[in-house]
């Protein structure tokens, strides 16, 4: 993944633009990180409503960023914990929650965590986070973190809904 990133940050191709399925990219960013989460033993889940999720975009720099934030959980979360990945549609936006039960986002760092190159693991590219808010930001959503009450972190990607118009 540390080879996709690089590459990702530095050939800056542009998104092949399309429906995107978002409960599809997610199913597919949770089958992606299985075998790293094995490795740790932590559970990955996902929460996803009945509801169609559409947005407009690159249904592969979508994927890549779930993928970055879902690996981002699994590393940071202790060993037999869980890690969630739940979306739902709040009114014209799609709203994607990555929750992990790890240390949680140290203060001051909120915004740091976001740029290239920033990184507190030894081995790390730092890239993995920049490269999630540069895809939100060609999609015209955004990103948010906080920390959990009960401890973890949760990263918050919001994109624009597609919405479909009914034929009356």
């Not at 399309?18 to 089958?31: C, F, M, S, W």
């Not at 739940?86 to 240390?103: H, N, R, S």
């Not at 760092?109 to 540069?134: C, D, H, M, Q, S």
């Not at 948010?144 to 990263?155: D, M």
């Amino acid at each position: 993944m540390a080879s996709d990133n690089l590459s990702f940050f530095t050939q800056r191709k542009h998104p092949q633009w399309g429906v995107v399925d978002v409960k599809t990219a997610l199913t597919e960013a949770t089958n992606k990180v299985q075998t790293e989460a094995q490795a740790r033993q932590v559970v990955c889940q996902l929460d996803l409503p009945q509801t169609q999720l559409q947005t407009y975009g690159d249904a592969n720099w979508i994927s890549m960023a779930l993928t970055n934030l879902a690996l981002n959980a699994i590393e940071h979360s202790p060993l037999a914990a869980g890690v969630t990945m739940a979306a739902k549609k709040m009114g014209q936006t799609i709203e994607i929650d990555v929750l992990d039960q790890g240390p949680g986002i140290f203060p001051g760092v909120e915004y740091k965590i976001f740029k290239p190159f920033y990184t507190t693991r030894p081995g790390a590219t730092g890239l993995g986070l920049a490269n999630v808010r540069t895809v939100m930001e060609k999609h015209g959503g955004g990103i948010r973190v906080s920390n959990q009450p009960e401890g973890g972190a949760i990263f918050t990607l919001v994109l624009q809904s597609l919405q479909r118009q009914k034929v009356a």
